[in-house]
């Protein structure tokens, strides 16, 4: 008797722990590339173009500070609250220029944002729909009312780009959206582009911006890094980065081609396909656990039939 | 179903450790109210680098582990059709009851728009690609199903009891405050009608309750290792494996039954109860088979991916990882021998080697091998400590007071362990 239920139980934990344990061999043997779509909107940051001037800074605030609730970053010597400065990244900013600098090196200026992933891993990741990413445009947006504030985009976005207000009450997660809904449709293009003096953000299509970028590598081949930053990290990125230095050192992480998605959401998805696994094993376990109650119930003393 | 196996435990609620837990879980709440009031950066030391501190790590991800001594006993019971293993599943539901609730508490706490979690409610933000909504669903729906689940003890309780407390609460009143005697006794004859009622329909269908109990932690534990499994470029890679959901899923059966000897063991010495060796002993044996299935995926996978070098490389990580690895199998080494199983001692030792171990796993995966690139630290600050040190004090509270309340504790006299003069309090328990 105690054999056969422990044949039993060995039936449910297959058919319940079997697609857990599938699920990587099953992604071992796929290794399909998700399609790119060049038609989005993107944009091109020319590091040996820019000069440092930050007034993309500026008007990303000045454009984007009510929807994101963008306050200033005050520095410690600033006691009369008369400068706004970040020094990376904050709840308070969507975008920053950095200076990379090192005795001997040549320097460079480098400005972060959101990357815009064509199979961005925050959207993914989100588990109420909070971040999206638009099919036709490619903008990878955030909204503030769906959003529960479980910081999971911040563990899966591996530029590290999403950023939360942890000195807020009411905090709200802030990252770059190309200025949807304060600039971009009126000026068909973002607040940064629109205000570099030096031409060195160039906003438009994907296809366009790689165009853009692959001609610069062949006119100028001794003044950058011959690779393209963003065409294949994790899948390919809508922003995309020239540069006079190695990129590492501009911050911007050295990643593999595959997008994170791809990995995590076969593995999600083989387990929960079609709900399947789930519900054979609630039933395989609900006729287990009857029978057995059946069987138990006639017999009036039941832990002498153990007998061990 | 079976309540003649469990008892009320007797004694004072108001010990001196009521008082003690009280305090620990009053300072929780203030550092709440701070957390409330300035924002999350004002209690933790959670940054846009480490955005999941130990309140995600402990609270949800280890202390759900924890609280699966409900789910593994059920397995044996129903599943393996150990009946004699049934006198231990109240206090095993209870504990998992308040592990998930407590879970759910501080996953509010963490989050920074509590006020938008209704949206997973909404069809329309449903997000399948998420772990995260699946963990989120799934622990939720478990609670209510451990609610059910306990629902006969206190039903029973409700009907059987003999409202002592309430009637001794009664006379302490002042004259004026005192509700009518008699208005009162027709009220509680009305709630023992109601238990009464609703306690037999219950029976019969507790048992697809039970069976979801089995099904929803077998989906959850599974996707808590399939949250992390996104982090490919930051989570080290002696973790950061395709089986993080197996090794999550077994991870948490054997830390349950590591749980469920160190309650035994543990509420046998507060409580002054015998130690139900017989039970814990066959639990016992059950947790080295799992754990040797662990451990030779854990290798075997490091094998398949060539990181078996990264994991003697004695570096911060490697070391964290031969310390997760010892534990386990030292503990689970411990239970091989049957000499050991059937000596309490032994088998506490081992209980609090797995589960320091497979909790440690747990650390490492969320934590310790998560690294979101140069620049970023994380070490939790005192408040976020003291906040999760309350929100444990609040389960054992809890624990302390609802088995003094309700029967939930094995009853001594069906194991033959109880010392003949320990039935006198017994006989006034079941009255």
């Known amino acids: 008797m105690e054999r056969q239920s422990r044949r039993g139980f060995l039936k449910a934990v297959g058919t319940g722990a079997g697609a857990l344990a599938l699920a990587p061999v099953a992604l071992a043997s796929s290794g399909a590339p998700s399609q790119v779509n060049n038609e989005e909107l993107g944009m091109l940051y020319d590091a040996t173009k820019c000069v440092g001037c930050k007034a993309c800074m500026a008007a990303c605030k000045r454009v984007n500070s009510e929807q994101g609730t963008l306050e200033c970053d005050r520095a410690a010597f600033d006691q009369d609250a008369l400068w706004d400065a970040p020094t990376d990244l904050t709840g308070n900013n969507r975008t920053i220029i950095k200076l990379y600098k090192e005795s001997g090196q040549p320097w460079s200026y480098v400005k972060l944002s959101c990357m815009h992933c064509q199979n961005p891993a925050c959207v993914s990741v989100c588990p109420v729909r909070a971040l999206t990413k638009d099919r036709r445009t490619g903008i990878v947006d955030y909204n503030k009312d769906a959003c529960i504030g479980c910081r999971y985009c911040q563990i899966a976005c591996p530029f590290n780009i999403p950023k939360f207000q942890w000195d807020r009450a009411l905090p709200q997660i802030v990252k770059c959206n190309f200025c949807k809904g304060t600039f971009l449709e009126k000026n068909g293009t973002t607040a940064c582009a629109s205000v570099c003096p030096s031409g060195a953000i160039l906003f438009g299509q994907r296809k366009d911006l790689l165009q853009e970028a692959r001609s610069r590598l062949q006119l100028n081949p001794g003044k950058y890094i011959q690779t393209i930053y963003g065409e294949k990290e994790v899948g390919g990125v809508n922003h995309l980065y020239l540069a006079g230095v190695p990129f590492a050192k501009l911050g911007l992480p050295t990643l593999p081609e595959a997008a994170p998605p791809g990995f995590s959401e076969k593995i999600h998805h083989t387990i929960y396909k079609g709900f399947i696994a789930p519900i054979v094993l609630y039933t395989t376990l609900c006729l287990i656990a009857l029978r057995n109650m059946k069987r138990h119930e006639p017999e009036p003393q039941p832990t002498r039939k153990e007998g061990k | ?431």
């Open chain 2, 1 to 431: 179903m079976h309540h003649d196996e469990f008892q009320k435990q007797e004694g004072n609620i108001f010990t001196k450790s009521f008082f003690v837990l009280l305090t620990l879980v009053l300072i929780g709440v203030y550092l709440v109210g701070v957390r409330c009031f300035k924002g999350l950066g004002a209690v933790s030391n959670m940054s846009d680098g480490y955005p999941w501190g130990i309140w995600i790590t402990y609270d949800v991800a280890t202390g759900t582990a924890i609280a699966c001594g409900g789910y593994a006993v059920a397995i044996l019971v129903y599943i393996r059709h150990h009946m004699h293993y049934h006198p231990l599943i109240r206090s095993c539901i209870l504990t998992s009851m308040f592990g998930y609730a407590l879970a759910g508490l501080s996953v509010m706490v963490d989050i920074g728009r509590p006020w938008n979690a209704y949206n997973f409610f909404v069809p329309s933000r449903w997000q399948g690609n998420s772990v995260m909504f699946e963990v989120a669903l799934c622990v939720m729906a478990y609670t209510v199903v451990l609610i059910i689940e306990f629902l006969p003890a206190i039903l029973y309780s409700l009907e059987k009891s003999e409202w002592r407390r309430l009637h001794e609460f009664v006379d302490s009143l002042p004259l004026a405050l005192t509700p009518d005697k008699a208005k009162l006794a027709r009220r509680i004859d009305k709630v023992r009608a109601v238990a009464g009622w609703i306690r037999p329909l219950l029976d019969k269908v507790l048992i697809f309750f039970i069976v979801l109990g089995m099904t929803l932690p077998t989906m959850h534990q599974s996707a808590l290792g399939s949250l992390l499994l996104i982090a490919t470029t930051k989570l080290h890679p002696l973790w950061h494996t395709g089986f993080l959901p197996l090794l999550f899923l077994i991870n948490c059966i054997y830390i349950g039954y590591s749980i469920v000897i160190l309650e035994s063991v543990i509420s046998a010495y507060a409580f002054k109860r015998p130690i139900e060796v017989k039970e814990l002993s066959g639990v016992a044996r059950i947790i080295p088979w799992l754990t040797v299935i662990w451990l030779s995926v854990v290798l075997g996978d490091l094998a398949y991916r060539h990181q078996l070098s990264a994991a003697f490389r004695f570096d911060f990580y490697s070391c964290f990882f031969l310390l997760e690895f010892a534990l386990i199998a030292l503990g689970s080494g411990i239970l091989f021998r049957q000499e050991n199983r059937w000596s309490p001692r032994w088998l506490f030792v081992s209980a609090v080697l797995i589960v320091l171990g497979g909790a440690l796993y747990r650390f490492n995966v969320y934590l310790i091998g998560f690294n979101p690139g140069a620049g970023w630290t994380y070490f939790p600050s005192l408040a976020e400590v003291m906040v999760t040190v309350s929100i444990v004090a609040f389960e054992l509270l809890a624990y302390q007071v609802l088995v003094k309340l309700v029967p939930v504790l094995p009853k001594i006299h069906l194991h033959g362990h109880g010392k003949p003069g320990k039935t006198k309090s017994e006989q006034k328990v079941t009255a």
